[in-house]
């Protein structure tokens, strides 16, 4: 599916058209929304920390990625592929734990790769440690546009009416 997706998006880039990347969306409906699937995870202690959690998250607020698609509306003459992300891509071991504690839910428990893999396999082990992060640079550019939320820390604290910490 990936090798699929990487394809489509030369043929698009190679036509002239414009791929528009986002990132892990969060915000409103999605799973790390206040009631989302993964946030109810986390909050029963049912999120873990597998491996070294060094997977590099790159987030994007459902806002910030309606107004990028709004910016590439408006920006015809722009191609190519752009990644709709945050400014701080951020690892798992970061942003878990984190995302627990503005929750105040329970630490996530580690557990290691190789039981993690024979509960969800390989792609759910390399999804929580073999993620590359993304630049927001060239949509930054081409678009004239920049997330509100510059990291995921903001618009999560945002969305649960905290202030962001420091």
Same mark, same amino acid.
């Given at each position: 599916?990936?090798?699929? !997706?990487?394809?489509?998006?030369?043929?698009?880039?190679?036509?002239?058209? !414009?791929?528009?990347?986002?990132?892990?969306?969060?915000? @409103?409906?999605?799973?790390?929304?206040?009631?989302?699937?993964? #946030?109810?995870? +986390?909050?029963?202690?049912?999120? @873990?920390?597998?491996?070294?959690?060094?997977?590099?998250?790159?987030?994007?607020?459902?806002?910030?990625?309606?107004?990028?698609?709004?910016?590439?509306?408006?920006?015809?003459?722009?191609?190519?592929? +752009?990644?709709?992300?945050?400014?701080?891509? #951020?690892?798992?071991?970061?942003?878990? @734990?984190?995302?627990?504690?503005? !929750?105040?839910?329970?630490?996530?428990?580690?557990?290691?790769?190789?039981?993690?893999?024979?509960?969800?396999?390989?792609?759910?082990?390399?999804?929580? #440690?073999? +993620?590359?992060?993304?630049?927001?640079?060239?949509?930054?550019?081409?678009?004239?546009?920049?997330? #509100?939320?510059?990291?995921?820390?903001?618009?999560?604290?945002?969305?649960?009416? +905290?202030?962001? @910490?420091?």
């Amino acid at each position: 599916m990936v090798a699929a !997706l990487g394809d489509l998006e030369r043929r698009v880039a190679s036509a002239g058209g !414009l791929v528009l990347r986002l990132g892990h969306l969060y915000g @409103p409906g999605s799973s790390y929304a206040p009631d989302g699937g993964l #946030t109810r995870q +986390l909050r029963a202690g049912k999120m @873990p920390l597998v491996g070294d959690g060094a997977s590099m998250f790159s987030f994007i607020h459902a806002h910030d990625a309606a107004t990028a698609i709004l910016a590439a509306i408006e920006h015809p003459a722009a191609s190519g592929v +752009l990644n709709i992300v945050d400014d701080q891509p #951020t690892l798992v071991h970061d942003w878990l @734990p984190e995302m627990a504690a503005m !929750l105040r839910a329970p630490a996530p428990r580690h557990v290691p790769a190789w039981l993690a893999r024979l509960l969800v396999g390989g792609w759910g082990v390399a999804y929580m #440690t073999g +993620l590359a992060g993304a630049s927001n640079l060239r949509a930054r550019q081409q678009l004239d546009w920049k997330p #509100t939320y510059s990291s995921w820390r903001d618009g999560l604290a945002a969305d649960l009416g +905290l202030r962001a @910490p420091l």
